[in-house]
């Protein structure tokens, strides 16, 4: 009785599997596809300063939503948006032909006149932020080539800022100088809240069961906001010391691009 009451239901969950792929809507005639992403890259700054360096690629990780939509009576031409969570590490280092201070108080880094607080002599500079995105992208797909078809999006990728932790190497100049690295150093309004990119996307979309797709692109994105914020001289926190002993502040300048490989699960 229970050998025929299990090869009962196995039938059954066979003849329901096999409608639903049968029946689905099939992935190329969906008018909206949304699903789980997450991606893998590398940053580059392009600098706006004389003063400080690019020390080599940082790094970006994201998790987040990713949404496919179609235009009305077009399943060729619709956009992309989303809602993801960056992580990024990008990295400076001063030129050889500058010392760069800055002047600090336990984690938080301070304006350059406060001049009784701890200094340090700045070597290079790791910054780890975290941000949320909202990518806007005009989509472009190919009719179903079997059971893929692939696409190319253009448009803007727009992160906000929510948090900045710094790291430090180099040597802190109170009595006796010794080398240090500052961790989770803090440094208020330092960088730019919003950053915007222009971005290029190709990729390819594979329908591997039912109306389930895995999808895969490679993506470049253009900074088109600076990085960090113009402050007031007051406000500055970085300053080197010219020959007659004066304090120079500046703010660091510099712009971000971005590659990166990101893999979906659209449903």
Not at 44 to 61: I, L, P, Q
Not at 198 to 225: D, R
């Amino acid at each position: 009785m229970k050998y025929s009451n299990l090869k009962l239901f196995t039938k059954t969950c066979f003849f329901l599997l096999f409608s639903y792929f049968s029946f689905a809507q099939g992935f190329e005639n969906k008018n909206i596809q949304a699903g789980l992403t997450t991606s893998f890259g590398m940053n580059f700054a392009k600098m706006g300063t004389s003063k400080m360096d690019n020390n080599g690629a940082g790094t970006n990780f994201s998790i987040g939503l990713l949404i496919h939509k179609s235009f009305k009576d077009s399943k060729n031409f619709g956009f992309s948006s989303g809602l993801e969570f960056d992580f990024n590490s990008i990295k400076f280092e001063s030129t050889s032909n500058n010392l760069i201070y800055y002047n600090y108080s336990d984690t938080e880094i301070l304006p350059s006149s406060k001049t009784s607080e701890n200094i340090f002599l700045l070597s290079n500079r790791k910054h780890k932020t975290t941000q949320i995105t909202i990518p806007i992208f005009l989509l472009f797909r190919t009719d179903a080539i079997g059971d893929f078809r692939y696409f190319a999006k253009f448009g803007l990728k727009n992160s906000f800022l929510l948090s900045n932790k710094i790291v430090d190497n180099g040597t802190d100049m109170t009595s006796p100088s010794i080398a240090k690295e500052n961790k989770n150093m803090t440094s208020k309004n330092e960088m730019f809240f919003l950053q915007a990119s222009l971005g290029l996307s190709l990729g390819t979309e594979w329908n591997f069961i039912g109306s389930t797709s895995l999808v895969a692109e490679m993506s470049y994105y253009y900074g088109l906001t600076p990085l960090f914020s113009d402050r007031k001289e007051e406000k500055e926190t970085l300053y080197t010391i010219d020959s007659s002993g004066d304090i120079k502040s500046f703010s660091n300048k510099a712009t971000l691009n971005q590659l990166n490989l990101k893999f979906a699960l659209l449903f």
